[in-house]
């Protein structure tokens, strides 16, 4: 799966436990991002509903949680097609690899040919978002950043001069528990969503995910937008907000998600970096249960192992903290 800030990669096992003790049955995960902790609860036998605002996170939900394998059926001579396609340089090519350094000009250009193509191709749901994905996971293989797209790096990554080489994404037999389903809404509409178990990952600070996968946004769109900055952001970076990056109303959002859902169990990641203290939101869980929290120390992401950039790539501050806690907060009755 592509590399994400916030990737529960580490905490996906603690997780799906929890869920499982917790009696499993249908899950909502209200921030899917990646699709990791989804794809791992349905790989658990779990129904999942999975749901984020974001366009590249929803089609990751698609691929990853609503598609079953029997959707796609000899998806294999598709990619193979994609992956011969000669590279025709366009929109992408002169965004991320001209006017910034995200990607080499060869890549670009091949990602530029690919995308068209599936644009043209009218294919069916399933098919398109694993077409998409496999193209995103690609371009995320043979980027020149830390894991962001806030900046890309001053000297191209080594991984920048590999081919561009696409893959099947690993998607799932239905789950035992019944089929998957992708949501792209607001958080706030998506909390009422029927469920037995509510998941929450939600933002923690203000740094919003659009701005930092800003390109996959407009890879999977293909709105090709105008844009802003070195970085060449989408223009409505500076207008897409969510209550989830607002220091004053997120604590507030969470409460009005808790009041929402109609989960009989909730289970919340958080980490101790975030706008909100653990204190809160143990508080703000009582309302429904007892709370059981768990702690566990992670590296940070590896700009913040490097020190501080700028949007040039520049080294313009200081390594700061090595290690954060994400917490792991479960409420309701356990088997």
């Not at 792209?184 to 009422?192: E, I, K, P, S, V």
């Not at 939600?202 to 900055?229: A, C, M, R, T």
Request: proline share 4%; glycine share 8%.
């Amino acid at each position: 799966m592509i590399g994400y800030l916030g990737s529960k990669r580490k905490l996906v096992v603690p997780i799906v436990a929890a869920v499982q003790q917790l009696g499993g049955g249908h899950v909502l995960d209200l921030f899917s991002g990646t699709a990791r902790v989804g794809h791992a609860l349905k790989a658990a036998g779990l129904q999942v509903t999975a749901n984020d605002h974001n366009a590249y996170a929803a089609t990751l939900a698609r691929c990853y949680v609503e598609t079953d394998l029997d959707q796609i059926l000899g998806i294999e001579r598709l990619i193979a097609e994609l992956n011969a396609l000669p590279g025709k340089a366009g929109y992408f090519t002169e965004t991320f690899c001209e006017k910034s350094r995200f990607f080499q000009p060869h890549n670009g250009a091949r990602i530029d040919a690919i995308r068209e193509r599936i644009a043209t191709l009218d294919l069916p749901p399933a098919w398109e978002a694993v077409a998409l994905v496999a193209l995103m996971e690609a371009a995320d293989r043979v980027d020149s950043t830390t894991g962001m797209q806030m900046a890309y790096l001053k000297e191209w990554a080594p991984r920048a001069f590999h081919n561009l080489d696409l893959r099947v994404p690993a998607v799932l037999n239905r789950a035992a528990a019944g089929k998957g389903q992708a949501l792209n809404l607001d958080a706030l509409d998506a909390a009422a969503t029927a469920c037995d178990v509510l998941y929450l990952d939600p933002p923690y600070n203000q740094h919003k995910y659009l701005g930092n996968y800003h390109i996959w946004e407009s890879l999977v769109l293909w709105d090709k937008p105008e844009f802003y900055g070195i970085a060449c952001k989408r223009v409505d970076v500076r207008t897409r907000r969510s209550v989830f990056n607002s220091r004053p109303r997120i604590l507030e959002a969470l409460r009005t998600v808790i009041a929402r859902t109609p989960a009989r169990a909730i289970v919340v990641s958080f980490s101790n970096e975030g706008y909100v203290t653990r204190e809160q939101i143990v508080e703000l869980l009582e309302t429904r249960g007892p709370v059981a929290v768990q702690s566990h120390d992670y590296k940070r992401y590896v700009g913040a192992q490097i020190g501080i950039h700028n949007p040039a790539g520049e080294k313009v501050g200081t390594v700061g903290k090595l290690n954060n806690k994400e917490h792991l907060f479960v409420v309701g009755s356990t088997r």
